[in-house]
């Protein structure tokens, strides 16, 4: 395992990235409406990325990925393609996943947007409990921690509230590269013995169902959808270890206040 330590100067680029980044997220919130494509979505992020921020959407390209954010609604559990057909609808949940890259460097941060005003008590349910499993990871995290113990806080928490932890996704090291070395699962699994240090930089974003954890791609080849139909949500965050414990390099103003309780 070659889980990469940064340095200072390595650090302060991967700030600004996430930086740019979570600002993709607070940016959208208000054109989230009903009767937007998720397409106009797309294209809203994609200039301002290009245009107003000078950086690249990371995505775009990507393993042949055709479009700038992923988009993923209700069903659909992460890498949504955003779509002039997809409209959204009063009532939806969707996920928007951005990831920049700037100066050589990425940064990586999703999280759920409601559509209107008429969400069910158990979808809110869904993205409240995805988002504090997120939260309750984050927080154990401290140089010295076993890093299997990330992925049993979300599984114990997920599982306890009656939702699913899909396993076919995980979060990944990030700086240089979009995905590197270590992978970080949601679930418990082996301990392998890796052991968080200070300068490690690493995403951490759990895909939570209502109903079973399966899930299956699309044709398109990239759309993954549960398969029982039940609806997914996903939060994502990009961490640093810190000397005493860690900095959420994506943390969004509106999470400034609910993360001090
Ligand atoms: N942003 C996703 C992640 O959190 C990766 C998307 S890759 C894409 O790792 F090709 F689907 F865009
Ligand atoms: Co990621
Ligand atoms: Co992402």
């Known amino acids: 395992m070659n889980i990469l330590i940064k340095k200072a100067s390595e650090i302060n680029k991967i700030i600004q990235s996430c930086k740019l980044a979570t600002e993709v997220l607070e940016m959208i919130d208000l ?14 992020c994609h200039d301002y990325i290009i245009n107003v921020q000078k950086a690249k959407p990371a995505t775009l390209g ?24 997809e409209i959204l609808c009063n ?15 990425y940064g990586d941060t999703s999280k759920m947007f409601y559509v209107g005003n008429n969400i069910s008590s158990k979808l809110r349910k ?34 306890n509230e009656n939702f699913s932890v899909v396993r076919n996704y995980c979060g990944h090291g990030i700086g ?12 418990n699994a082996y301990d392998y013995g890796v052991i968080l240090q200070e300068g490690m ?9 209502i109903g079973s954890k399966d899930v ?7 759309t993954v959808k549960t398969q029982d139909k039940s609806f997914s949500a996903q939060y994502e965050h990009t961490i640093l270890v810190t000397k005493n414990g ?8 509106e999470e400034k206040n609910i993360l001090l309780k």
């Open 216 to 222: 299956y791609v699309a044709n398109d080849g990239w």
């Open 62 to 85: 990507y393993k042949g990925y055709p479009k700038s954010v992923c988009i993923s609604r209700n069903d659909v559990v992460c890498h949504g393609i955003p779509n002039k057909n």
């Open 31 to 44: 054109y989230i409406i009903p009767g937007i494509s998720t397409e106009q979505l797309n294209c809203i």
């Open 176 to 187: 240089k590269n979009f995905h590197e070395e270590p992978q970080i699962l949601h679930y």
């Open 126 to 159: 869904l993205c409240n409990v995805t988002q504090n499993s997120l939260y309750k990871a984050i927080k154990i995290i401290k140089p010295g921690l076993r890093l299997y113990l990330i992925g049993k806080t979300i599984q114990q928490y997920v599982e």
């Open 201 to 209: 930089i690493f995403t951490i974003e759990p895909m939570v169902n």
């Open 246 to 253: 860690y900095q959420i390099l994506t943390l969004r103003q």
């Open 91 to 105: 009532g939806d949940i969707i996920n928007i996943d951005v990831t920049v890259l700037y100066n050589g460097y």
